[in-house]
């Protein structure tokens, strides 16, 4: 009497759920890895250029944009390009709340440690944002509204949020900005913008002296390996806020920069 035959060739239910959802995790990767590369090329794109930058083929890459469009965090333009769509702002806006939320104990910890403002900034598209803040105690203390948005060129976040960026890519977006001065010490050329940049490499830290608003020093680092590009900073009075004052503060902000980071990085968020 013949064997009977099994079903090793047949996939069980179970292996076929988890082939679908291993598929699904996939096409999630493959989607936000698309939008990230979009965002990066500027936020619009070809389709041969994402297929290009990513190594996928073009008919997943259609099918992929096809979703993200039908879901608006993607939009076809006239020329048949692709553009990060409206509904992306919503997310963005929302998770800068949360990143300031986040922020908050360690900037308060600035406060404790030098006396002054505190602050949070991101690089949103060509501008900072400022999405935290905690006041300093003194009677005379620097105030930033949060959701404030103002120039990188004038600014300390500015600078330690660009401090790395490729210099053509600097040089674009001031042109596409303009270098306003908003006090007669604010930089107003690119090529006195990339010196300052230089120095920010070097010494590790930025500084507003009096770029922003006469009368006040700011003094920002980056927040290394951010989700997104983001600095903190501390202002005060240029009276207190003085070069001695200066090299007791850096390394402060830096420790609470690189503190804030790992936690960013930590699975709780804590």
């Known amino acids: 009497m013949p064997a009977a035959k099994g079903n090793a060739d047949v996939p069980s239910a179970e292996s076929k759920t988890a ?5 699904g995790v996939q096409s999630l990767e493959r989607a936000f890895d698309l939008l990230e590369r979009m965002a990066d090329a500027g936020g619009e794109v070809g389709l041969s250029e994402l297929s290009g930058s990513s190594g996928l ?15 608006g965090y993607v939009r076809q333009q006239p020329n048949r390009r692709y553009a ?3 509904r992306l702002i919503r997310l963005g806006e929302s998770s800068a709340r949360l990143l300031g939320t986040w922020a908050r104990p360690y900037l308060a910890r600035l406060v404790e440690e030098t006396g002054e403002t505190a602050n949070m900034a991101l690089l949103d598209g060509d501008e900072v944002v400022y999405v935290a803040q905690v006041p300093s105690r003194h009677s005379m203390r620097m105030f930033t509204e949060v959701g404030r948005r103002v120039l990188p060129h004038s600014t300390g ?11 053509d ?7 596409r900005t303009g270098m306003p001065a908003a006090t007669a010490k604010t930089i107003t050329t690119p090529d006195a913008f990339l010196e300052a940049l230089h120095l920010v490499r070097e ?15 700011c003094l920002a680092v980056s927040v290394p390996d951010s989700p997104t590009a983001a600095a903190i900073s501390i202002s005060g009075p240029a009276g207190r806020v003085t070069d ?15 503190d804030l980071s790992a936690a960013l990085a930590s699975t709780d968020g804590t």
């Open 244 to 258: 001695e004052a200066t090299q007791e503060i850096v390394p402060v902000l830096k420790e609470v920069a690189a």
């Open 19 to 23: 082939a679908a959802t291993a598929g």
């Open 57 to 71: 083929p073009l008919p997943t890459i259609h099918r992929l944009m096809r979703t993200l469009v039908a879901c």
């Open 169 to 175: 890519e600097v040089r674009a977006l001031l042109a």
């Open 84 to 86: 990060l769509g409206p």
């Open 203 to 217: 010494t590790g830290y930025a500084v507003d002296d009096n770029e922003q608003e006469m009368g006040v020093r």
């Open 157 to 167: 976040v500015g600078k330690a949020l660009l401090a790395t960026t490729p210099p």
